[in-house]
Protein backbone atom coordinates (compact mmCIF):
# COMPACT_ATOMS: atom_id res chain seq x y z
CA UNK A 1 0.00 0.00 0.00
CA UNK A 2 1.79 3.47 -1.41
CA UNK A 3 -0.57 5.71 0.63
CA UNK A 4 0.18 9.20 -0.54
CA UNK A 5 2.85 9.95 -3.22
CA UNK A 6 4.32 13.19 -4.18
CA UNK A 7 6.93 13.91 -6.92
CA UNK A 8 9.36 15.42 -7.30
CA UNK A 9 11.18 15.49 -3.93
CA UNK A 10 13.14 18.35 -4.97
CA UNK A 11 13.12 20.80 -7.50
CA UNK A 12 14.42 24.20 -8.36
CA UNK A 13 12.98 26.57 -10.60
CA UNK A 14 13.73 29.91 -12.27
CA UNK A 15 11.37 32.75 -11.37
CA UNK A 16 8.75 32.87 -14.18
CA UNK A 17 9.22 29.31 -14.81
CA UNK A 18 5.87 26.96 -14.31
CA UNK A 19 5.57 23.47 -13.21
CA UNK A 20 3.62 20.99 -11.90
CA UNK A 21 3.47 18.85 -8.34
CA UNK A 22 1.94 15.70 -8.10
CA UNK A 23 -0.18 13.42 -5.99
CA UNK A 24 -1.55 10.04 -6.29
CA UNK A 25 -2.99 8.33 -3.43
CA UNK A 26 -4.35 4.93 -3.43
CA UNK A 27 -6.95 4.75 -0.59
CA UNK A 28 -9.83 5.68 -2.32
CA UNK A 29 -9.60 8.73 -0.18
CA UNK A 30 -12.54 11.32 -1.21
CA UNK A 31 -10.62 14.46 0.39
CA UNK A 32 -7.55 16.05 -0.96
CA UNK A 33 -5.42 18.85 -0.14
CA UNK A 34 -2.05 20.72 -0.77
CA UNK A 35 -0.47 22.65 1.98
CA UNK A 36 2.76 24.68 2.09
CA UNK A 37 5.38 24.90 5.18
CA UNK A 38 7.25 27.61 5.77
CA UNK A 39 9.18 28.54 8.80
CA UNK A 40 7.78 29.54 12.00
CA UNK A 41 4.26 29.18 10.36
CA UNK A 42 3.40 25.70 10.37
CA UNK A 43 0.85 24.27 7.41
CA UNK A 44 -1.12 26.57 5.49
CA UNK A 45 -3.65 25.31 2.95
CA UNK A 46 -3.30 26.19 -0.28
CA UNK A 47 -6.46 24.30 -2.21
CA UNK A 48 -8.45 21.29 -1.35
CA UNK A 49 -10.83 19.03 -3.42
CA UNK A 50 -13.64 16.70 -1.51
CA UNK A 51 -14.04 14.59 -4.85
CA UNK A 52 -13.22 14.29 -8.05
CA UNK A 53 -14.27 17.70 -10.44
CA UNK A 54 -14.96 19.79 -7.38
CA UNK A 55 -12.00 21.68 -5.72
CA UNK A 56 -11.76 24.65 -3.97
CA UNK A 57 -9.55 27.71 -2.20
CA UNK A 58 -7.50 27.41 0.97
CA UNK A 59 -5.48 30.28 3.00
CA UNK A 60 -3.23 30.78 0.54
CA UNK A 61 -4.69 29.79 -3.14
CA UNK A 62 -2.56 32.63 -5.19
CA UNK A 63 -0.64 31.54 -7.52
CA UNK A 64 -1.38 28.24 -7.79
CA UNK A 65 -4.01 26.19 -9.58
CA UNK A 66 -5.51 22.60 -8.97
CA UNK A 67 -7.79 20.11 -10.35
CA UNK A 68 -8.84 16.89 -9.92
CA UNK A 69 -10.13 14.47 -12.45
CA UNK A 70 -9.75 11.25 -11.15
CA UNK A 71 -10.25 10.41 -7.42
CA UNK A 72 -6.30 9.34 -7.30
CA UNK A 73 -4.68 12.19 -8.52
CA UNK A 74 -4.38 16.06 -7.33
CA UNK A 75 -1.43 17.69 -9.03
CA UNK A 76 -0.72 21.34 -8.12
CA UNK A 77 0.53 23.69 -10.46
CA UNK A 78 2.57 26.78 -10.19
CA UNK A 79 1.86 29.24 -13.15
CA UNK A 80 4.58 31.79 -12.70
CA UNK A 81 7.22 30.60 -10.28
CA UNK A 82 8.15 33.44 -8.06
CA UNK A 83 10.83 33.38 -5.38
CA UNK A 84 8.08 33.66 -2.32
CA UNK A 85 6.92 30.43 -3.27
CA UNK A 86 10.17 28.59 -2.45
CA UNK A 87 8.76 26.27 0.27
CA UNK A 88 8.18 22.50 1.26
CA UNK A 89 4.89 21.21 -0.18
CA UNK A 90 2.87 18.40 1.58
CA UNK A 91 0.00 16.62 -0.04
CA UNK A 92 -2.53 15.34 2.33
CA UNK A 93 -5.69 12.85 1.89
CA UNK A 94 -8.32 11.72 4.19
CA UNK A 95 -11.29 9.19 3.76
CA UNK A 96 -13.47 12.34 4.79
CA UNK A 97 -12.74 15.80 5.66
CA UNK A 98 -15.11 15.58 8.91
CA UNK A 99 -13.79 12.54 11.09
CA UNK A 100 -10.77 11.04 10.08
CA UNK A 101 -7.00 11.51 9.96
CA UNK A 102 -5.09 12.82 7.36
CA UNK A 103 -2.13 10.79 5.75
CA UNK A 104 0.49 12.76 4.12
CA UNK A 105 2.82 12.78 1.33
CA UNK A 106 6.68 13.12 1.80
CA UNK A 107 6.53 16.67 0.52
CA UNK A 108 8.20 18.24 -2.26
CA UNK A 109 11.14 20.98 -1.37
CA UNK A 110 11.16 23.72 -4.02
CA UNK A 111 13.47 26.83 -4.73
CA UNK A 112 12.59 29.43 -6.93
CA UNK A 113 15.74 31.46 -7.92
CA UNK B 1 -10.33 32.56 9.48
CA UNK B 2 -9.33 30.60 11.86
CA UNK B 3 -6.38 31.27 14.27
CA UNK B 4 -4.39 28.61 16.06
CA UNK B 5 -2.10 29.02 18.48
CA UNK B 6 0.51 26.69 20.58
CA UNK B 7 2.61 27.10 23.22
CA UNK B 8 5.04 26.73 23.52
CA UNK B 9 7.06 27.11 20.53
CA UNK B 10 9.96 25.40 22.34
CA UNK B 11 10.27 22.57 24.54
CA UNK B 12 13.71 21.16 26.24
CA UNK B 13 12.88 19.22 28.51
CA UNK B 14 14.67 16.12 30.56
CA UNK B 15 13.80 12.23 29.85
CA UNK B 16 11.17 10.94 32.92
CA UNK B 17 9.45 14.69 32.89
CA UNK B 18 6.06 15.62 32.50
CA UNK B 19 5.10 18.36 29.83
CA UNK B 20 1.64 19.69 28.37
CA UNK B 21 1.54 21.69 25.19
CA UNK B 22 -1.26 23.69 24.65
CA UNK B 23 -3.21 24.49 21.23
CA UNK B 24 -5.77 27.42 21.44
CA UNK B 25 -8.00 28.29 18.79
CA UNK B 26 -10.05 31.43 17.63
CA UNK B 27 -13.48 30.54 16.83
CA UNK B 28 -15.86 27.43 16.91
CA UNK B 29 -14.07 24.24 15.58
CA UNK B 30 -15.24 20.53 17.01
CA UNK B 31 -12.75 18.19 15.65
CA UNK B 32 -8.98 18.91 16.42
CA UNK B 33 -6.26 16.79 15.30
CA UNK B 34 -2.60 16.41 16.67
CA UNK B 35 0.17 14.92 14.49
CA UNK B 36 4.33 14.89 14.71
CA UNK B 37 6.84 15.70 12.60
CA UNK B 38 10.56 14.48 12.60
CA UNK B 39 13.13 16.59 10.96
CA UNK B 40 13.10 16.35 7.36
CA UNK B 41 10.06 14.11 7.47
CA UNK B 42 6.29 13.94 6.98
CA UNK B 43 3.56 14.28 9.10
CA UNK B 44 2.22 11.31 10.98
CA UNK B 45 -1.15 11.60 12.76
CA UNK B 46 -1.32 11.16 16.62
CA UNK B 47 -4.80 12.05 17.43
CA UNK B 48 -8.46 13.30 16.25
CA UNK B 49 -10.11 14.67 18.92
CA UNK B 50 -14.28 14.83 17.90
CA UNK B 51 -16.05 16.21 20.57
CA UNK B 52 -16.20 18.46 23.65
CA UNK B 53 -13.91 16.55 26.20
CA UNK B 54 -13.33 14.16 24.35
CA UNK B 55 -9.42 11.96 25.64
CA UNK B 56 -7.07 9.98 23.95
CA UNK B 57 -3.96 8.25 24.88
CA UNK B 58 -1.41 6.23 22.80
CA UNK B 59 2.23 5.35 25.13
CA UNK B 60 3.18 8.32 27.17
CA UNK B 61 0.88 10.95 24.70
CA UNK B 62 -2.30 12.24 25.71
CA UNK B 63 -4.34 14.56 24.16
CA UNK B 64 -7.74 16.25 25.31
CA UNK B 65 -10.13 19.09 23.91
CA UNK B 66 -12.14 21.25 25.51
CA UNK B 67 -14.18 23.04 22.96
CA UNK B 68 -16.03 25.66 25.51
CA UNK B 69 -12.74 27.13 26.06
CA UNK B 70 -11.22 26.53 22.34
CA UNK B 71 -8.01 24.68 24.31
CA UNK B 72 -6.59 21.55 22.75
CA UNK B 73 -3.83 19.88 25.60
CA UNK B 74 -0.77 17.31 24.47
CA UNK B 75 0.22 15.94 27.54
CA UNK B 76 3.82 14.33 27.78
CA UNK B 77 4.24 11.68 30.76
CA UNK B 78 7.55 10.59 31.46
CA UNK B 79 9.68 11.78 28.49
CA UNK B 80 11.55 9.94 26.30
CA UNK B 81 14.57 11.16 23.43
CA UNK B 82 12.41 9.29 20.64
CA UNK B 83 9.59 12.17 21.33
CA UNK B 84 11.95 14.91 20.26
CA UNK B 85 9.87 15.88 16.78
CA UNK B 86 7.78 19.04 16.35
CA UNK B 87 4.12 18.59 17.33
CA UNK B 88 1.41 20.48 15.40
CA UNK B 89 -2.41 20.99 16.27
CA UNK B 90 -5.09 21.57 13.72
CA UNK B 91 -8.48 22.91 14.07
CA UNK B 92 -11.28 22.16 11.47
CA UNK B 93 -13.61 25.00 10.17
CA UNK B 94 -15.65 23.86 7.18
CA UNK B 95 -13.68 21.57 5.03
CA UNK B 96 -10.55 23.85 5.78
CA UNK B 97 -7.61 23.07 8.16
CA UNK B 98 -6.02 25.48 10.43
CA UNK B 99 -2.54 24.82 12.02
CA UNK B 100 -0.43 25.88 14.64
CA UNK B 101 2.81 27.05 13.91
CA UNK B 102 4.01 23.65 15.93
CA UNK B 103 5.95 23.08 19.35
CA UNK B 104 9.59 21.73 18.99
CA UNK B 105 10.07 19.43 21.50
CA UNK B 106 13.81 18.07 22.70
CA UNK B 107 14.16 15.16 24.97
CA UNK B 108 17.38 15.18 26.48
CA UNK B 109 18.80 12.48 27.96
Known amino acids: NAGVTQTPKFQVLKTGQSMTLQCAQDMNHEYMSWYRQDPGMGLRLIHY???????DQGEVPNGYNVSRSTTEDFPLRLLSAAPSQTSVYFCASSYSPRNTEAFFGQGTRLTVV | ELKVEQNPLFLSMQEGKNYTIYCNYS?????LYWYRQDPGKSLESLFVLLSNGAVKQEGRLMASLDTKARLSTLHITAAVHDLSATYFCAARKGNQFYFGTGTSLTVIP
Open chain 2, 27 to 31: TTSDR
Open chain 1, 49 to 55: SVGAGIT
